[in-house]
């Protein structure tokens, strides 16, 4: 099993649309949880962190972290074409990061 | 300032071939990371670095060297190319490994093994 799962996609949604990005992990004694934004061929950039358990919101977007089902999600309100691009969930482990598969979203006009 | 660069943008090798990937930070960052970007495969983390002349393996360090002689530069090696080393690499760095460790990309390396 994969320390990390992400649904691949791709995911399609018309503008206006809530997202709902979301990842597994394996290990309960993860802690930081991030999201990374990657627009098409582009380098990622770091979205959101959020540090154990709880919601973190920050303009359209919230994180999402379940620790009890070890489940990590991302909302995405009010989608935007600008927001089409691939998001990949991370975890950290010691000193490294542990990234998903990557999702791609499209936002639709 | 720079951030991240990485040289060169895009390379295409024949099978057997070497060649030196350069990442380069003006960050004065302690860490820095290589990895490899493949369709539905997220990055993968190839070899990492926490200082100046210090490596250590990743997930997928297999046909693959490093060396970290300066703290701002980090270099990747292939030594005989193989087409399964098509892909692309971005090279990362960070200031701390603790926290949420936030990791700056450079613009990535488009390589083409023939």
């Known amino acids: 099993q994969k320390e990390v799962e992400q649904d691949p996609g791709p995911l399609s949604v018309p503008e206006g649309a809530i997202v709902s990005l979301n990842c597994t992990y394996s290990?309960?004694?993860?802690?930081?949880f991030m999201w990374y934004r990657q627009y098409s061929r582009k380098a990622p950039e770091l979205l959101m962190y959020?540090?154990?358990?709880g919601n973190k919101e920050d303009g359209r977007f919230t994180a999402q972290v379940d620790k009890s089902s070890k489940y990590i999600s991302l909302f995405i309100r009010d989608s935007q074409p600008s927001d089409s691009a691939t998001y990949l969930c991370a975890i950290r482990q010691g000193g490294k990061l542990i990234f998903g598969q990557g999702t791609e979203l499209s936002v639709k006009p | 300032n720079a951030g991240v660069t990485q040289t060169p943008k895009f390379r295409v090798l024949k099978t057997g071939q070497s060649m030196t990937l350069l990442c380069a930070q003006d960050?004065?960052?302690?860490?820095m990371y290589w990895y490899r970007q493949d369709p539905g495969m997220g990055l993968r983390l190839i070899h990492y670095s926490v200082g100046e002349g210090t490596t250590a393996k990743g997930e997928v360090p297999d046909g693959y060297n490093v060396s970290r002689l300066k703290k701002q530069n980090f270099l990747l090696g292939l030594e005989s190319a193989a087409p399964s080393q098509t892909s692309v690499y971005f090279c990362?760095?960070?200031?701390?490994?603790?926290?949420?460790?936030?990791?700056?990309f450079g613009p990535g390396t488009r390589l083409t093994v023939l």
């Open positions: 990362a760095s960070s200031y701390s490994a603790g926290g949420y460790n936030e990791q700056f």
């Open positions: 290990n309960s004694a993860f802690q930081y």
């Open positions: 959020t540090y154990s358990s």
């Open positions: 960050m004065n960052h302690e860490y």
